[in-house]
T-cell receptor
Framework: AQSVTQLGSHVSVSEGALVLLRCNYSSSVPPYLFWYVQYPNQGLQLLLKYTSAATLVKGINGFEAEFKKSETSFHLTKPSAHMSDAAEYFCAVSDRNGGSNYKLTFGKGTLLTVNP | SAVISQKPSRDICQRGTSLTIQCQVDSQVTMMFWYRQQPGQSLTLIATANQGSEATYESGFVIDKFPISRPNLTFSTLTVSNMSPEDSSIYLC???????????FGDGTRLSIL
């Protein structure tokens, strides 16, 4: 079974500082990988997705993530944090084979707080 | 991406009662899913809602507790039956065009059981 590990349940940064949220996956084949963000009292919003050979993926709101097969990682970064980035972030993995058993496995989430 | 509406957005219910949550999509989608997010936790897939056939449930979830309907390609319901305080969670609907596309989520239903 696939699994996703997000290191750090809570990350705190200062406004303007680099944001780094870590995600490692376990999969026997290169999977599809996603980052979602959840703002308070809202559902999940897709930030970015990895589904192809392009290892550096750019998403919305200035976020990007790099797929590193050798490290089985898909860390999320943003060069400069804004107050509006404060939210819960989830990494998710899906079996690349798709098919009728399409299933997302989510990490436990990382709560990002941004200090003024 | 599709616009997904969930109703109700939140509710407070008495134990032993049942609540039906609706998920409406503004376009036809192949795949619809129901997730549970317990307080402070990640998302867990309850089931895949299949149009015209029974839902496919994940381990630990059963049809008697979480009956699901999917009468067409734009609508699904999840019922939480015989509720107990342990069912207090956020329930989220998601959709995908096909297995190779990302899932998109509704805003969720925040359910509290007294």
């Amino acid at each position: 079974a696939q699994s996703v590990t997000q290191l750090g349940s809570h990350v705190s940064v200062s406004e303007g500082a680099l944001v780094l949220l870590r995600c490692n996956y376990s999969s026997s084949v290169p999977p599809y990988l996603f980052w979602y963000v959840q703002y308070p009292n809202q559902g999940l919003q897709l930030l970015l997705k990895y589904t192809s050979a392009a290892t550096l993926v750019k998403g919305i709101n200035g976020f990007e993530a790099e797929f590193k097969k050798s490290e089985t990682s898909f860390h999320l970064t943003k060069p400069s944090a804004h107050m509006s980035d404060a939210a819960e972030y989830f990494c998710a993995v899906s079996d690349r084979n798709g098919g009728s058993n399409y299933k997302l496995t989510f990490g436990k989430g990382t709560l990002l707080t941004v200090n003024p | 991406s599709a616009v997904i509406s969930q109703k109700p957005s939140r509710d407070i219910c008495q134990r032993g009662t049942s609540l039906t949550i609706q998920c409406q999509v503004d376009s036809q989608v192949t795949m619809m899913f129901w997730y549970r997010q317990q307080p402070g936790q990640s998302l867990t897939l309850i089931a895949t809602a299949n149009q015209g056939s029974e839902a496919t449930y994940e381990s630990g979830f059963v049809i008697d507790k979480f009956p699901i309907s999917r009468p067409n390609l734009t609508f699904s319901t999840l019922t939480v039956s015989n509720m107990s305080p342990e069912d207090s969670s956020i329930y989220l609907c998601s959709v995908a065009e096909d297995p190779y596309q990302p899932q998109h989520f509704g805003d969720g239903t925040r359910l509290s059981i007294l």
